[in-house]
Structures are given as structure tokens and as C-alpha cells.
């Protein structure tokens, strides 16, 4: 039988309802930052976005309700498993502007073109050949449009205070990993130098990078990432399940002491209009 069009399996960290209720989280941890970005960009009432590798859509949907109904959202991913979460939430929210397409960013032509904005957070480091994508949605963007970046810098930036040897072994052994079966996990290092060949012209790079403590909002982002994470490396033979408890352990240890500090992977936010 030949594989689905859309090949869920090529998606690094899987399609399952973990990833998507972690994309949740990690979506509400940075919702103030998304929507004030967006703000900044000129996103408003009756624009059309793009939302590039648009997962479940939770930026979908905050997207949608901003441009209202006389604007549109195109979400944009190869995901089939993500749809119904996108298409339940639309229906919950009342919103009629979300035009899904399921496209391969690497592979297809981009479906629309003249458009506001196009939105891509988390997807460039799963990408093979970034510059091409960023390209490709420049192309699709109006003279004067913005593209607006959401993606790591420097994933080797996350610590803890007091130092945790295991959850340190957990960064450097991920990162490998990544490297070797996903993308860059520091490709916006690769994305900013190549906007001037994509036909863009550099607004703003901000960094973000947080210290948290565990009684912090933003410290359950990690959290939904490091244990299933050194779960799935175990599940594919990259480490031993002993490994992945003992990285459990750990994090429990970290969480439990109410003085532990945590630093986050260095983010970097590219916002950049279409010459
Ligand atoms: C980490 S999720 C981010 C989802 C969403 N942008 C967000 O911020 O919550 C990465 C998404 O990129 C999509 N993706 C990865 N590679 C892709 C490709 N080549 N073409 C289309 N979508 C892709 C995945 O299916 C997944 O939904």
C-alpha cells in the first residue's frame, strides 16, 4: 500500500494527542509574545496570513479571530492528524475565515500568493532545506508584506541552577538527535543572513530567552517537552529506558526544589518585510 499523502511518521515529534495538548501548552506560554509581534507587524482586521506548519492551530485561530471575517487565515500543513483539531476549534470559536491546505512546505508550491503576512513558529528546524521554504513564502507575500519568525537561536542555552548533570546530558544528547534526524535545531542562525536572496529586508531580530522557577507559568513549557522526549529517544533505540527514567527522575528532583532555576533554549523572533 502506498504511504498517505501526508506521511504522518516524517513529522519528528509525532501527531499524537501528547504533541498536540504540548503544542497547547507551549502555544499559551507564548501567546503574549505572538500577539504583540503580530500587533507590531501590521496584522489587523481584514488581513490574510499565512500560517506556515500550522500544527493544531492554536495561532491559527487566535490569527483568525484578529483579521475577522473579512480577512483569512491559511493554515498550512502536511499533517492530516491535525486537521480535526483545527476544524473542531474553528466550529468551537465561530470562525468561518480558516482555509486549510495540506501541502509538504518543502515539496509544494505555496497555495496563495499576495498575501498580508505569513506567520512560521517551530517548523524552519524540521525543515532540510530552510532557505528554500523561506523562499518560497516570500514569494507569496504582498510588496511591503511581513514575515514573522518564531524559531530557536541557541537550544544549548537551557540550563538549571543548581546544575542537573543529567538533564545537561539530556540538552546535548537531544540536540545531537535533532541534528541528525529532524533539521537545525539553531536554524534561525541559518534565516537571518539569507533574507536579502529571499527578497526580504530585516525589521527586527529580538531575542527571548527566560530564567523560571517551578512555580512559574512558563516553566511547564520545557516540562511538556523533556520527559516525552527522552521517552520517544528511548522508544527509538538513541538512548536505554534506564537512561529516560533516570532523566525523569531528575526533572521530578529539579521540580521539587522550589529554589531551582531554570534558563530556556534562546529564541530568536525575525520580523522582515517583502521588498
Ligand atoms: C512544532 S509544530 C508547530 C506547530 C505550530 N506552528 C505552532 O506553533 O504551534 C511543527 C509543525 O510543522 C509541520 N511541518 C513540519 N515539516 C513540514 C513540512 N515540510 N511541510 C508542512 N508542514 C510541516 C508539522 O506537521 C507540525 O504541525
Redesign the pocket.
Known amino acids: 500500500m502506498p504511504p498517505p499523502a501526508s506521511d504522518e511518521r516524517s513529522?519528528y515529534?509525532g501527531?499524537h494527542d501528547i504533541e498536540a495538548w504540548r503544542?497547547g501548552v507551549?502555544?499559551r506560554v507564548w501567546r503574549p509574545r505572538t500577539l504583540d509581534v503580530w500587533r507590531r507587524a501590521g496584522i489587523t482586521d481584514g488581513s490574510v496570513v499565512i500560517d506556515a506548519?500550522?500544527?493544531p492551530g492554536?495561532?491559527t485561530l487566535d490569527l483568525a479571530e484578529i483579521v475577522g471575517p473579512s480577512g483569512k487565515v491559511h493554515a498550512?500543513?502536511?499533517?492530516d492528524n491535525?486537521r480535526a483539531a483545527i476544524e473542531a476549534g474553528a466550529k468551537a470559536r465561530g470562525l468561518a475565515n480558516i482555509e486549510r491546505h495540506n501541502?509538504?512546505?518543502?515539496l509544494d508550491d505555496i497555495p496563495v500568493s499576495g498575501v498580508d503576512a505569513v506567520f512560521i513558529?517551530?517548523?524552519f528546524i524540521?525543515?532540510a532545506d530552510p532557505v528554500a521554504v523561506l523562499k518560497k513564502l516570500a514569494g507569496a507575500l504582498k510588496p511591503g508584506g511581513r514575515f514573522i519568525c518564531h524559531d530557536y537561536y541557541d537550544w544549548g542555552t537551557m540550563n538549571w541552577s543548581p546544575r542537573r548533570p543529567v538533564l545537561e546530558e539530556f540538552v546535548e544528547t537531544a540536540i545531537r538527535d535533532w541534528n541528525a534526524s529532524a533539521g537545525d535545531i539553531n536554524v534561525a542562525r541559518r534565516l537571518i543572513p539569507a533574507l536579502p536572496e529571499a527578497g526580504l529586508t530585516l525589521v527586527e531580530a529580538r531575542p527571548f530567552i527566560f530564567t523560571a522557577t517551578p512555580k512559574d507559568f512558563i516553566w511547564q513549557w520545557p516540562k511538556t517537552f523533556i520527559v516525552p522526549h527522552a521517552r520517544r529517544l528511548a522508544e527509538r533505540g538513541v538512548v536505554t529506558p534506564q537512561w529516560a527514567d533516570e532523566v525523569e527522575k531528575e526533572w521530578a528532583r529539579a521540580e521539587e526544589d522550589p529554589l531551582s532555576i531554570m534558563t530556556t533554549p534562546l529564541l530568536m523572533e525575525i520580523v522582515a518585510a517583502k521588498t
Not at 498550512?76 to 499533517?79: I, N, T
Not at 501541502?103 to 518543502?106: A, F, R, S, T, V
Open positions: 513529522y515529534l501527531t503544542l507551549q502555544h506548519g500550522a500544527g492554536h495561532a498550512l500543513d502536511r499533517s491535525f501541502i509538504d512546505l518543502m513558529r517551530w517548523v524540521f525543515i
